[in-house]
C-alpha cells in the first residue's frame, strides 16, 4: 500500500510540473543547500547546455518525492527516471556495492577520489545491470561518523545504544559489532527520532549534522569517520534504454563532470559546516580510530573473502 501510494504521489507532483518525455526526472532527500544539490545542479546544467536544450533535468529536493528508499524503488520500477542515494543503501539493490560501505577501507578523502575517477569504479557502476537501474557517476558524501547528545569517546560508549543507520545490512552488522542497536529510520525523519529518543544516536557526515539541524538535538560528534561511503547517482534501466546513443553519452559526460565540481563544493561546504556546527556548540570529539577498527575486522575479513567483492577492495587497497 505504501508503495502504491508512492508512486501515485510521483505522478500527481510529475504531472504538476508538466514534465514531458525528455524532461529526466532526479528526486533527492537532502536540502537546497547540500553540496549533493549543487552537484546535481551542475549536472542539470550540462544535461542541457551539452543536448542544446533536448534534454533537460528536472529536480525534486527534501524528500518531495519520499524517502531515499522510496525514490530507489521508483527508480527501478521505472516511475522515477534518477535519484541520489546513500551508497549503502544502494547494497539493499545490488550487493556489489556493499564493497564501498567497508568500514575504514579508504585511508582519506585524496584515496577515495582515486577510486570514484577509476575503472574499477565505473565497473561498479555497471554491476547492477539487469535488475532495473545502472549507476552513473558517485558524488562525494564526506565521511560519517557518530553523533548524539552525550560524548562517545570509545566503542564502549556505544555499547546498547539504538543507533540510526540508512537500511544497509553492512551498516548494521558493523553497529552489531560496535555493541550498539542499529535502527533504520528514514534520513528525514532523524531530527524528530533524536528529539523524541526513539533512537539514541546517529551517524553521518559533517554536512548532513549541520544542515538537517540534526547539531540542534545532538551536540557531540565522535570523528571516528567509520566510513567513506559516497553517495551514489542511479537511473532507471528503462529511461537509459529510451536515450539513443548521442544522449546517452550526454547524460553519463554530464554525470561525470558535476562529480568533479561537487568534489570541489563538498569540501568548500563542509569546511563551512564544521565552522557552524562548532559555533552552534557542537563538541567535535577525536578518538581512536583503531579502537573502533578492531570491533569490526571480522566484517573486514568476511568482505575480502567474498569473490563479488574481493577484486574492488583489492582494487582500492591498491591504490
Not at 525528455?22 to 544539490?37: I, N, V, Y
Not at 552537484?39 to 525534486?60: Q, R
Amino acid at each position: 500500500m505504501k508503495k502504491a501510494l508512492a508512486t501515485l504521489a510521483v505522478a500527481s507532483i510529475l504531472a504538476t510540473f508538466g514534465v514531458s518525455a525528455r524532461t529526466l526526472t532526479l528526486g533527492h532527500a537532502m536540502s537546497l543547500d547540500s553540496a549533493a544539490h549543487a552537484g546535481m545542479t551542475v549536472f542539470a546544467e550540462k544535461v542541457k547546455e551539452k543536448s542544446g536544450g533536448d534534454l533537460t533535468v528536472k529536480i525534486f529536493p527534501n524528500g518531495m518525492l519520499g524517502s531515499e528508499r522510496d525514490q530507489a524503488e521508483q527508480v527501478v520500477t521505472g516511475a522515477l527516471d534518477m535519484a541520489k542515494i546513500n551508497g549503502s543503501l544502494a547494497e539493499s539493490f545490488e550487493p556489489t556495492y556493499k564493497a564501498i560501505s567497508i568500514p575504514y577501507l579508504f585511508r582519506d578523502t585524496d584515496h577515495m577520489h582515486k577510486f570514484l575517477r577509476s575503472d574499477s569504479a565505473q565497473k561498479l557502476l555497471m554491476s547492477s545491470k539487469g535488475k532495473g537501474f545502472i549507476g552513473l557517476t558517485f558524488y562525494d558524501s564526506g565521511s560519517r561518523s557518530f553523533y548524539s547528545a552525550k560524548p562517545i569517546h570509545t566503542p564502549a560508549d556505544l555499547a546498547g545504544l539504538k543507533i540510526r543507520v540508512p537500511e544497509s545490512p553492512t551498516m548494521m552488522e558493523m553497529i552489531r559489532l560496535l555493541g550498539a542497536r542499529a535502527t533504520p529510520v528514514p534520513f528525514t525523519e532523524v531530527y524528530t527520532a533524536l528529539q523524541q529518543g526513539v533512537i539514541d544516536a546517529a551517524e553521518n557526515n559533517i554536512s548532513s549534522l549541520v544542515e538537517m539541524r540534526h547539531s540542534e538535538v545532538a551536540k557531540f560528534y565522535a570523528m571516528d569517520q567509520h566510513m567513506m561511503t559516497p553517495d551514489l547517482i542511479m537511473i532507471s534501466e528503462s529511461t537509459w534504454a529510451s536515450l539513443n546513443a548521442k544522449q546517452q553519452k550526454i547524460v553519463k559526460e554530464a554525470a561525470t563532470e558535476s562529480m568533479e565540481a561537487e568534489f570541489k563544493i563538498w569540501a568548500e561546504t563542509d569546511a563551512k559546516n564544521m565552522k557552524i556546527g562548532k559555533d552552534s556548540g557542537v563538541t567535535f570529539i577525536k578518538v581512536d580510530t583503531s579502537k573502533f577498527r578492531e570491533k569490526v575486522l571480522p566484517m573486514i575479513e568476511a568482505a575480502k573473502k567474498d569473490a563479488a567483492l574481493n577484486p574492488y577492495i583489492d582494487s582500492i587497497e591498491a591504490m
